[in-house]
């Protein structure tokens, strides 16, 4: 499966974005899709995952509150909404997806298979 992400960009702080994620073509039921991002100089961390089966959202404490991950099955596209951004969410943001057994797994890189090309976002007045 190949994962083509976009809706990167420059936005003020407090500001909002949408990130897409689109699938090559149509996942199993198992297939989980995440998000992660890399800011420079920093390692590269996990925000967000969804399963297709049940629509069960993970995220992690940075993120909680002010993003929102969710579907669109027949579109095969996976959404990140980011509301009330800030200058430390200035990251290369990825989605990844893969058919991962267990949610504790989610924030882990290398159970994911596919991955997309990364959009930048830049959080900045």
């Known amino acids: 499966v190949q994962l083509q992400a976009s809706g990167g960009g420059l936005v003020q702080p407090g500001g909002s974005l949408r990130l897409s994620c689109t699938a090559s073509?149509?996942?199993?039921?198992?297939?989980?899709t995440g998000w992660f991002r890399q800011a420079p100089g920093k390692e590269r961390e996990w925000v967000s995952a969804i399963r297709k089966d049940n629509g069960m959202t993970y995220y992690s404490d940075s993120v909680k509150g002010r993003f929102t991950i969710s579907r669109d099955s027949a579109m095969n596209t996976v959404y990140l909404q980011m509301n009330s951004l800030k200058p430390e969410d200035t990251a290369v943001y990825y989605c990844?997806?893969?058919?991962?057994?267990?949610?504790?797994?989610?924030?882990?890189?290398?159970?994911?298979?596919?991955w997309g090309q990364g959009t930048q976002v830049t959080v900045s007045s």
């Open positions: 990844a997806g893969g058919p991962i057994p267990q949610p504790r797994y989610y924030s882990e890189a290398h159970w994911y298979d596919d």
């Open positions: 073509r149509e996942t199993s039921d198992y297939y989980t």
